[in-house]
């Protein structure tokens, strides 16, 4: 599956989200506000390159066995 990768013109779009979601749980904002595209733009679209898919599929394959595998390091760091 090919999917396009937008990139955001603000670099800190994640924090941009915590806040609308915040905003959405606190009542503050609705769902159809927060789809608004003055929230944020795109100055980039990358289409990835079909002939790596085995490769992206291979790795993902291993990280998510490396995330299954280490989560019991991360359950018992939480308890220190």
Excluded: H
Aim: charged letters at 20%; glycine letters at 8%.
């Amino acid at each position: 599956m090919v999917v396009p990768i937008l990139t955001p013109t603000d670099p800190e779009s994640g924090v941009l989200g915590c806040a609308m979601l915040a905003g959405v749980g606190a009542g503050i904002l609705t769902g159809s506000t927060t789809q608004s595209g003055d929230w944020s733009a795109t100055i980039a679209e990358i289409q990835p390159d079909p002939k790596w898919s085995e490769r992206y599929e291979r790795m993902a394959s291993f990280f998510n066995r490396v995330y299954l595998q280490s989560e019991s390091y991360w359950n018992e760091i939480d308890t220190l």
